[in-house]
T-cell receptor, first 112, second 112 residues
């Protein structure tokens, strides 16, 4: 069974621009969660989608948004990029609530 | 504020020894507990999960959970140089189906 895939793997953007990242979960997994990883803050939860609905949201500004499609693929969008948004963005999928989450390889975003 | 705390290390053990990694959490309602291994430049890889008090063994890995003490640990027996990585403790709290709260990670080095 294929794992979680994320595209693109690397991105370089300029302050003020916006970016869209994509995640395809493991087949059959309907929950997709997004996380931001930085050296200073570690791994932090952004939001979770299940059956095209956002169920949970972390403590991030409204510039961070996401959506999920009927095939469970998910996208996250960051608008008006700031230097501090430079991070590894990870998505994870899970089969069950409170169950195991499997991470994709991540998208490394650099904002200059 | 849900918190997950780990000793940041670094922890060094000789090859063949037992590595012991510890984690405490603040939310008494937490229900699911996970250990991830993250190699430098890679995404987190799920290596153990535990939902009930007691021990759970999988090969060279043993996870231990004590909900009364709000403590979860990971033992790695017969440590190998390939076990050298950062180990992340993660907890799903009492609310929010799939929000993973991560510790800052313990960096383990296994010395040949």
């Amino acid at each position: 069974k294929a794992g979680v895939t994320q595209t693109p793997r690397y991105l370089i953007k300029t302050r003020g621009q916006q970016v869209t990242l994509s995640c395809s979960p493991i087949s059959g997994h309907r929950s997709v969660s997004w996380y931001q990883q930085t050296p200073g803050q570690g791994l932090q939860f952004l939001f979770e989608y299940f059956s095209e609905t956002q169920r949970n949201k972390g403590n991030f500004p409204g510039r961070f948004s996401g959506r999920q499609f009927s095939n469970s693929r998910s996208e996250m969008n960051v608008s008006t990029l700031e230097l501090g948004d430079s991070a590894l963005y990870l998505c994870a999928s899970s089969l069950e609530d409170r169950g195991e989450q499997y991470f994709g390889p991540g998208t490394r975003l650099t904002v200059t | 504020q849900k918190e997950v705390e780990q000793n940041s290390g670094p922890l060094s053990v000789p090859e063949g020894a037992i590595a012991s990694l510890n984690c405490t959490y603040s939310d008494r309602g937490s229900q699911s507990f996970f250990w991830y291994r993250q190699y430098s430049g890679k995404s987190p890889e799920l290596i153990m999960f535990i939902y009930s008090n007691g021990d759970k063994e999988d090969g060279r890995f043993t996870a231990q959970l004590n909900k009364a003490s709000q403590y979860v640990s990971l033992l790695i027996r017969d440590s190998q140089p390939s076990d050298s990585a950062t180990y992340l403790c993660a907890v799903i709290g009492g609310t929010g189906a799939n929000n993973l709260f991560f510790g800052t990670g313990t960096r383990l080095t296994v010395i040949p």
